[in-house]
């Protein structure tokens, strides 16, 4: 079963930086996409970027390209999301998925398993 634990969240100033960590486990992972989605309150959860883990290949929301970057370490099996220039607008409940199939990176319905999520609040 694959375990996904985020962190990293906080509370910042618009135009401030942070890094989310989500350390995955219970599978090997060489097949998988693994992606960052978020929730704000009152809506849907929304695609924010993905990364296939064999290959590297990266997806972005328009939304966030240009400002976040996805990366992931094989050693320790660990998904990055770097948020630079940040915005009130993306102030969120962020979440890790696993996407074993490892196909359609941008739709959340593909993914099966899901961290407990971390908060990210950008204050103005």
């Known amino acids: 079963q694959v375990q996904l634990v985020e962190s990293g969240g906080g509370l910042v100033q618009a135009g401030g930086s942070l890094r989310l960590s989500c350390a995955a486990s219970g599978r090997t992972f060489s097949s998988y996409t693994m992606g960052w989605f978020r929730q704000a309150p009152g809506k849907e959860r929304e695609f924010v970027a993905a990364?296939?883990?064999?290959?590297?290949?990266?997806y972005y929301s328009d939304s966030v390209k240009g400002r976040f970057t996805i990366s992931r370490t094989n050693a320790d099996n660990t998904v990055y999301l770097q948020m630079n220039s940040l915005k009130p607008e993306d102030t969120a409940i962020y979440y890790c998925?696993?996407?074993?199939?490892?196909?359609?990176?941008?739709?959340?319905?593909?993914?099966?398993?899901w961290g407990q999520g971390t908060q990210v609040t950008v204050s103005s």
């Open positions: 998925g696993a996407n074993s199939n490892g196909i359609y990176p941008y739709h959340r319905y593909y993914y099966d398993g």
């Open positions: 990364i296939r883990w064999r290959g590297g290949n990266t």
